[in-house]
């Protein structure tokens, strides 16, 4: 009971984080719209599936390197970031499952707030694809982003549930999103596995140990400017 009641998100913050993931789930399905209809007008239907796939990746990418940053330094007692952000994340370390009680709107929806401005300055600036086609693929790229840091953490909640549903299943198998025996190995090896969007990067990532010199070469330089 102290532990739901410690969960217990804010009235007034979920009331905001639910405006927050509407109005970018409204200009992310806008920005879609838009540049299919201009992908499909202009002929460069060809840049939708290569650039939502990249920035997808990048989105597996960038909550994998967040990840490895909240395990790897400082800690819960750290002025400001310490219980906003470092806490949820060494306390998945000890208690796994916690994450499958949260609904979607409790979980951090950090992304939706970094991600807003992009999505809206996409959505409504004019600009000419036809003449601009890097433009197009970079928005569309933009797209995957959000698709991937916007769903981690529903993602990483199902690869710690059981029984989902046929299509989850589906897209763990396929890799499309974070795979449960997948991810065990972070939870048994805290210096990899890091990745858990799609966990995709995570096979690169661990091979050339990317996190652990990452580490290395950051506490080396601390090191160094403090002698």
């Known amino acids: 009971m102290e532990k739901e009641e410690q969960h217990k998100q804010n009235v007034t913050l979920t009331r905001i984080k639910a405006v927050v993931v509407s109005l970018s789930l409204i200009l992310l399905c806008s920005l879609f719209i838009k540049l299919s209809l201009h992908g499909f007008t202009y002929g460069l239907s060809w840049l939708v599936l290569p650039a939502l796939f990249l ?3 990048l989105a597996d990418f960038i909550t994998g390197t967040i990840h490895w940053f909240c395990d790897s330094f400082f800690d819960e007692e750290t002025p400001v970031i310490g219980n906003f952000i470092i806490y949820s994340f060494r306390e ?33 600036t004019e600009i000419s694809y036809l003449n601009s086609p890097n433009s197009i693929y970079g928005h569309f790229i933009l797209i995957g982003v959000c698709i991937g840091t916007f769903c981690t953490n529903l993602f990483h909640k199902w690869a710690h549930q059981r029984n989902q549903n046929f299509i989850i299943k589906k897209l763990q198998k396929l890799g499309l999103i ?18 858990v969007t799609s966990g995709l990067m995570n096979p690169i ?3 050339i140990k990317f996190y652990p010199n990452l580490e290395r070469f950051i506490r080396l330089f601390i090191y160094e400017s403090r002698n």
């Open 205 to 207: 990532l661990d091979y």
């Open 92 to 124: 998945h370390h000890s208690h796994p499952l916690i994450i499958t009680k949260d609904k979607f709107i409790e979980q951090d929806t950090t992304s939706f707030f970094i991600f807003m401005p992009f999505l809206y300055f996409a959505t409504f």
């Open 178 to 195: 974070l795979n449960p025996n997948s991810h065990k190995k972070h939870h048994v090896d805290h210096s990899r596995g890091y990745c």
């Open 55 to 57: 920035g997808y990746l």
